[in-house]
């Protein structure tokens, strides 16, 4: 295999662990490849797309719509689905997307304590500390001491509330609009949207910090 | 079934580390992983409750310290090597030995597209909703030893029904092959207090979606 020498040397770097998991997924690919069940120019695909197209810059956008267009705001509360699938120029979102909204008063938060349950098409594949026991474990019962990971404090009157994503349905935060964008350009705006904002570990950036 | 996979509430994990600049894969081996999973998915070779459930199965040891895409590795060398799809031989030799089965479709470069929308887990209701929101319930203490989307926190806890997000397929039949069984599935919302005891925060509240043979009327 042409790449054979390039992963031989890769394996001195980073030890034999990864070697052999490197070598069975390669067996496998080829096992099913051979039997007939995929296509690896379609593997290729795939993965080129979550590497270049499939990211949180989706979901940034629709924020920022739905911060400068009451209508479509009132649209996406109640089916984000739908208002996403409306946007046209994205690719199609899955069902079952529900968008939640920050406010004064209330904090959303997002995990899936039992997986990895992530909305992939509005904010690409999760990051690792999404998938991993630290923010699975601790999300719903301290969310304060996590949001302090992140360095986020809310006041103690805010009440958080943490979606636990048990199910297939996929939840995306929309957070509050930053103070002094009055006036600001939709596009402008989703350079305020982070991925962690949406996911409710973060808030959406400030002006200053973009300039 | 009660592992380790079942995290919520679990002390002892450590705080969250963010990568700054994370890669979307750390090895192209990750990504073909990812990509084998959807294209296998796509045929339908089995179900993601399916690759789910075999995660859960790995003993506790290795699931805690192997990385994700190792785990969907394992996974589906599982589902493979169970479901017939693949002989054991197959994966040791790194080659075919027989023709594969006979599967629904294949994705293909063309399709591909198609292929990565997920697909709707709506399913036609059996029957009439038990519950609407703003009724109280209360989750039921069970502790299958198969797949269930019921968290250990969450049993046993009085919440309040908050949305109804139709009828859907149930992950608990799904896994162990005993068909979509829809059910209606409902966002239900707990104070912290109801699940973590009164020294909680009692400004916080959690939801899980729950599906309808998780609760009872409370």
Redesign the interface.
């Known amino acids: 295999m042409a790449g054979h020498d390039h992963d031989h040397h890769?394996e001195h770097e980073?030890g034999s662990e990864?070697s052999e998991?490197?070598l069975?997924?390669?067996?496998?690919?080829?096992?099913?490849t051979?039997?007939?069940?995929?296509?690896p120019?379609?593997?290729?695909?795939?993965?080129e797309?979550?590497?270049t197209k499939?990211?949180p810059r989706n979901g940034s956008v629709v924020i920022a719509k739905a911060w400068t267009d009451p209508a479509f705001k009132q649209a996406l509360l109640e089916d984000a689905t739908k208002a996403v699938a409306s946007m046209g120029h994205m690719?199609?979102?899955?069902?079952?997307l529900?968008a939640v909204e920050n406010t004064p008063k209330r904090h959303n938060m997002i995990?899936c304590?039992?997986?990895?349950c992530y909305p992939?098409?509005v904010l690409?594949?999760p990051?690792?500390?999404y998938?991993?026991?630290?923010?699975?474990?601790?999300?719903?019962?301290e969310?304060?001491g996590?949001l302090a990971?992140?360095g986020v404090t809310l006041p103690?009157?805010?009440?958080?509330?943490?979606?636990?994503?048990?199910?297939?349905?996929r939840f995306l935060v929309v957070p509050m609009r930053p103070a002094g964008t009055e006036g600001w350009s939709a596009d402008k705006l989703a350079d305020l949207v982070t991925r962690d904002s949406m996911i409710g570990?973060g808030l959406a950036k400030n002006p200053s910090e973009v300039a | 079934m009660d592992s380790v996979?079942?995290?919520?509430?679990?002390?002892g994990?450590?705080?969250?580390?963010?990568?700054a600049n994370?890669p979307?894969?750390h090895?192209p081996?990750e990504?073909?992983?990812?990509?084998?999973q959807?294209?296998?998915g796509y045929?339908g070779?089995w179900h993601i409750d399916h690759s789910?459930f075999a995660?859960e199965k790995l003993p506790p040891a290795t699931y805690?310290t192997v990385s994700?895409y190792?785990r969907w590795?394992l996974a589906?060398?599982s589902n493979?090597i169970e479901r017939g799809?693949?002989a054991p031989e197959?994966?040791?030799?790194?080659?075919?030995l027989?023709?594969?089965?006979p599967?629904k479709r294949?994705?293909?470069?063309a399709?591909?597209?198609e292929?990565?929308?997920?697909?709707?887990?709506?399913r036609q209701q059996q029957g009439p909703a038990r519950f609407k929101p703003g009724d109280r319930v209360r989750t039921k203490n069970i502790h299958p030893k198969t797949h269930t989307?019921?968290?250990r926190?969450?049993r046993g806890k009085l919440g309040v029904v908050e949305?109804c997000?139709g009828c859907?397929m149930f992950?608990d039949s799904v896994a162990t092959d005993h068909g979509d069984n829809p059910q209606w599935?409902y966002?239900v919302?707990f104070t912290s207090q109801e699940?973590?005891g009164p020294d909680?925060?009692p400004?916080?509240?959690?939801?899980?979606?729950?599906?309808e043979p998780y609760l009872e009327p409370a």
């Not at chain 2, 996979?5 to 002390?11: E, V």
């Not at chain 2, 027989?98 to 089965?101: A, I, N, T």
């Not at chain 2, 294949?106 to 470069?109: A, D, F, N, Y």
């Not at chain 2, 292929?115 to 709506?122: D, E, L, Q, V, W």
């Open positions: 890769h980073h990864l998991t490197q069975r997924v390669r067996a496998l690919e080829t096992v099913l051979e039997k007939g069940y995929i296509d120019a379609a593997l290729d695909a795939i993965i797309a979550y590497e499939i990211g690719s199609r979102v899955g069902d079952h529900v995990v304590t039992l997986c990895s992939w098409e690409g594949l990051p690792v500390w998938k991993s026991a630290p923010y699975r474990s601790r999300a719903v019962k969310p304060r996590v990971d992140f103690k009157e805010t009440e958080i509330r943490v979606w636990d994503s048990t199910a297939e349905t570990t | 996979h079942d995290m919520g509430g679990m002390d994990f450590g705080k969250v580390e963010v990568e994370e979307v894969f090895a081996w990504g073909r992983v990812l990509a084998m959807r294209a296998m045929a070779a789910r995660q805690l994700y190792q590795a589906m060398e493979v799809y693949v197959e994966l040791e030799t790194g080659h075919a027989k023709p594969g089965l599967l294949k994705l293909t470069p399709v591909v597209q292929g990565m929308i997920r697909s709707s887990f709506y989307r019921l968290p926190y969450a949305l997000h859907h992950p599935l966002t919302v699940l973590w909680a925060d400004a916080n509240k959690i939801s899980i979606d729950a599906f």
